[in-house]
């Protein structure tokens, strides 16, 4: 079956601009997660959704940051005023319900701020 | 704080000489230890996840062991296609009800035929 899907594969951007990066979670999987993969850096955890309930937002850096979850399926990431440090790899994650301890990933999208 | 380090940073091997790559982690309370391998430009793939101190899972020529501080993946007779980034990560139980993983830099792998 298909996988997490993510776009764009990669996104150039100008300092100061907004960009939006989107991730398809697995048919039927409930939750969902954003990742960052910054340069010599581990995976650093962002937001979590899980169906309905309140989104785990604690790892988010700024309020440039946002994410929404539509109809528990597709998922938007939102930069705004990006700087150069948002430069970096962002990961989508989705799991089935019930097994959170298994996490798909997609192939990231990677953001360069100029 | 909760932490994971990872060691060596990047590992050569000849195809067939077996390692061990290292995971080191403190958490306050472990709920679970998880391997993943990532090619260059894909996201992470998932490979093992171990519970509890004395656990086992092997999956062709890898094989992932847990202790109390840390855990190792070992590698025997790799062959150039095992060439990847290890990555470890650990679910504590401050994450709640999250499945909020947190990641070691990883361990980059290189397998010369």
């Known amino acids: 079956g298909a996988g997490v899907s993510q776009s764009p594969s990669n996104k150039v951007t100008e300092k100061g601009k907004d960009v939006e990066l989107r991730c398809d979670p697995i048919?039927?999987?409930?939750?969902l997660y954003w990742y960052r993969q910054s340069l010599g850096q581990g995976l650093e955890f962002l937001i979590y959704?899980?169906?309905?309930?309140?989104?785990?937002k604690s790892g988010l850096p700024s309020d440039r940051f946002s994410a929404e979850r539509t109809g528990g399926s597709v998922s938007t990431l939102t930069i705004q005023r990006t700087q150069q440090e948002d430069s970096a790899v962002y990961l989508c994650a989705s799991s089935p319900l019930g097994r959170t301890d298994t996490q798909y990933f997609g192939p990231g999208t990677r953001l360069t701020v100029l | 704080e909760d932490q994971v380090t990872q060691s060596p940073e990047a590992l050569r091997l000849q195809e067939g000489e077996s390692s061990s790559l290292n995971c080191s982690y403190t958490v306050s309370g472990l709920r679970g230890l998880f391997w993943y391998r990532q090619d260059p430009g894909k996201g992470p793939e998932f490979l093992f996840t171990l519970y509890s101190a004395g656990e086992e899972k092997e999956k062709e020529r890898l094989k992932a062991t847990l202790t109390k501080k840390e855990s190792f993946l070992h590698i025997t007779a790799p062959k150039p296609e095992d060439s990847a980034t290890y990555l470890c990560a650990v679910r504590a139980h401050g994450s709640g009800n999250t499945g909020k993983l947190i990641f070691g830099q990883g361990t980059t792998l290189q397998v010369k035929p």
């Open positions: 048919s039927g999987h409930t939750a």
């Open positions: 959704f899980q169906g309905n309930s309140a989104p785990d």
